[in-house]
């Protein structure tokens, strides 16, 4: 089914991202409206072969991209699932927890999880503390992930790079990095870290995949 798009900052680096993987992907356009400054309006851009005609952002009429219950553009909102009302948690943050026990196999793991709408495309992002059961140094930590499969180690403190999900897009690997004691813990044995990873890829289709590789 077709859907409508509002591309905001079409002319930026990451809105010019944005209109590359909607044509590659082949994503399901049906009216795409291309928001910039208003110096940069009446100007076109080209996608799938057609061009476009730039709008300028102030006074557009977002009533239309209906399908979430609040504005997405500059804006983030607590994940649109039905929230359990005795426990206050959302669907979304109900099946983290529920998956997460599963595919590490400890029913009683304590977790707990927030779950936002952010306006990014494809991409997952979680900040998260890990609890061990020993003092875990953040090198370490480094070291074990940069050699662990399917991740990528993103965590340059001097040039202020860590995971995005722009980068995390399209890509096969999981980004980590951010990787910090959590001061609120004394014992050393909690690690906080940020991680992005691709939902279609990592988090649905290529999953499938690789567990089909693994049995065959």
Do not use: W
């Amino acid at each position: 089914m077709a859907k409508n798009v509002a591309v905001v900052g079409a002319t930026g680096a990451v809105g010019t991202e944005m209109l590359r993987c909607l044509e590659t992907r082949d994503f399901p356009v049906g009216e795409l409206h291309l928001l910039a400054s208003a110096a940069s309006a009446g100007k076109a851009v080209r996608f799938k072969g057609q061009d476009v005609t730039l709008k300028a952002l102030e006074g557009f009429d977002f009533a239309g991209p209906k399908i979430l219950p609040h504005p997405y553009a500059f804006n983030f909102f607590s994940h649109n699932t039905p929230i359990d009302p005795d426990t206050g948690y959302n669907g979304e943050e109900t099946k983290v927890m529920r998956e997460t026990r599963k595919i590490m196999d400890l029913p009683d793991l304590r977790i707990s999880i927030t779950c936002v709408r952010v306006p990014v495309l494809r991409a997952h992002g979680i900040a998260m503390s890990v609890e061990f059961d020993q003092v875990v140094t953040p090198e370490t930590a480094r070291e074990v992930l940069a050699h662990a499969p399917g991740v990528r180690l993103v965590d340059d403190a001097v040039a202020n790079r860590f995971p995005m999900p722009v980068e995390a897009s399209g890509i096969e690997d999981v980004l980590v990095g951010r990787i910090r004691r959590d001061v609120s813990d004394p014992s050393g044995k909690t690690l906080s870290l940020f991680v992005c990873g691709d939902q279609l890829l990592k988090g649905a289709a290529l999953n499938a995949v690789q567990i089909a590789e693994r049995l065959a």
